[in-house]
């Protein structure tokens, strides 16, 4: 069969894709030839995930179909448009004249379905929005003096957060982001308030320590009575996308910052050592104090995030970038997305 047994293709939306499948003996007699494949299946593929995670059951495959393949000279094959985004699968296979089916050795063939717009030309601008304050054209923004007057504080056990760069400071740049560097994605590092007493990582807090997936952190919003946070996150997707561009978000699903509010109302969502502490996760020899890690084996919880995700969708959000996404099981990440996407 081509693409092979197993293969993995990558294609876009207005893209074709062509099975082939030939008999291994070289005789076509009584033969006939269908691909399944969920293909084009795209919305009953998503009920079908969310409703075997969501009742514990197996999924049923109501999104497979059998297409028939036109017999072309000692083989057959099918052309199939690809009009939807998504992760499918596909195999064709033979049926002889007595009903027996006889399929290739080895597993389904899969392809991977981008939307059309990431073909080519994307770009990415990585914004971290403090940084876009005053200070944001200097090389270093070190002062002694400063650091002295703030080791002060530190010692006497004062916070001390410095300025922060706001939305209306990015959105201001976005014409020079957009029209003159072309970058056709803003992806943001996250915005999430974040641990600024105990916890708290660095002068400002660790972006990454995030204490509630919905929020904004405030530092990142000009005071003005007019309007709200939320308010000033969609004028930048707005004006974002009045220039062509699309916003993704950076988001953290697998672990929260210590205090988050879902720690605070629903702490058996995380992991907890043997000796009944929360558990805080790590890389390369580091454990990161300021974090707390999330379970990922609860239904309730998945819903939880994809309601969150869907939230910024609704802000103007085009798309999110996971970070350590490899820390969120394969079925979390099949349950998330179909709830996004649909």
Excluded at 96 to 109: N, V
Excluded at 262 to 281: C, H, I, M, V, Y
Aim: aromatic share 10%.
């Amino acid at each position: 069969m081509s693409p092979a047994p197993g293969e993995r293709i990558l294609r876009f939306v207005g893209d074709k894709v062509r099975f082939e499948i030939k008999n291994g003996n070289g005789d076509g007699k009584n033969l006939r030839a269908f691909l399944r494949t969920n293909l084009g299946r795209a919305a009953a593929r998503r009920k079908e995930i969310v409703s075997a995670h969501a009742g514990h059951v197996a999924a049923a495959g109501i999104s497979w179909r059998d297409l028939p393949m036109q017999q072309n000279g000692d083989g057959w094959e099918i052309e199939i448009p690809l009009a939807e985004t998504g992760y499918f699968k596909a195999k064709p296979y033979l049926l002889d004249g007595k009903k027996w089916q006889h399929w290739p050795e080895g597993s389904d063939a899969g392809i991977s379905v981008h939307p059309d717009f990431a073909r080519t030309a994307n770009t990415i601008y990585c914004a971290f929005t403090r940084l876009f304050c005053a200070t944001k054209q200097l090389s270093s923004t070190a002062d002694a003096q400063w650091e002295a007057q703030l080791k002060a504080l530190d010692a006497q056990k004062f916070i001390a957060i410095p300025p922060s760069g706001t939305f209306r400071d990015l959105k201001k740049q976005l014409p020079h982001i957009v029209q003159k560097l072309g970058c056709r994605i803003l992806q943001l590092l996250p915005i999430h308030p974040t641990p600024t007493t105990y916890a708290r990582f660095g002068r400002f807090g660790s972006p990454y320590a995030a204490l509630d997936l919905t929020a904004i952190d405030p530092a990142l919003v000009e005071f003005d009575k007019r309007t709200t946070g939320v308010d000033q996150f969609c004028e930048l997707t707005h004006a974002a996308h009045s220039l062509g561009a699309r916003v993704f978000l950076d988001v953290i699903l697998n672990h929260t910052g210590w205090g988050s509010v879902l720690q605070e109302n629903r702490p058996e969502f995380f992991l907890k050592n043997p000796d009944g502490t929360f558990a805080s996760p790590g890389a390369w020899g580091t454990t990161w104090e300021e974090l707390v890690e999330l379970k990922q084996d609860s239904i309730e919880l998945w819903d939880k995030i994809a309601d969150a995700l869907l939230i910024w969708c609704r802000r103007g959000v085009d798309g999110f970038r996971c970070d350590a996404g490899y820390k969120i099981p394969v079925p979390a990440w099949q349950y998330i997305i179909a709830r996004v996407q649909n």
